[in-house]
């Protein structure tokens, strides 16, 4: 059983940044694909960035491009989510998301939660 444990999140002033992290402990498949999530109150879950874990081949929501950085270390199960020029907008709860389709297991973070002010 994998678990993630989020942490970075906080409240911070619009045009400023933050780190979001997720460390994975347990089993690490290099099929993994290591994803970030948020939903905003009232709204739908929706993709924000994700990268592979072997390959590093990264994709993002338009949304978020140019602006959010995903990253991984492979050798210490972590995945890091650098957020700059943050907006009111991005305001939401940011949940770490692992895939492994080698055995079709999903798993989920516990959130953190991200705050923008204007």
């Known amino acids: 059983q994998v678990q993630l444990v989020e942490s970075g999140g906080g409240l911070v002033q619009a045009g400023g940044s933050l780190r979001l992290s997720c460390a994975a402990s347990?089993?690490?498949?290099?099929?993994?694909?290591m994803g970030w999530f948020r939903q905003a109150p009232g709204k739908e879950r929706e993709f924000a960035a994700a990268?592979?874990?072997?390959?590093?081949?990264?994709n993002y929501a338009d949304s978020v491009k140019g602006r959010f950085t995903i990253s991984r270390d492979n050798a210490k199960n972590t995945a890091a989510l650098q957020m700059n020029s943050l907006q009111p907008e991005d305001t939401a709860v940011y949940y770490c998301?692992?895939?492994?389709?080698?055995?079709?297991?999903?798993?989920w973070g516990q959130g953190t939660q991200v705050t923008v002010s204007s």
């Open positions: 998301n692992l895939k492994v389709p080698i055995t079709r297991d999903d798993y």
């Open positions: 347990g089993r690490t498949f290099s099929s993994s694909i």
């Open positions: 990268i592979s874990w072997s390959g590093g081949v990264t």
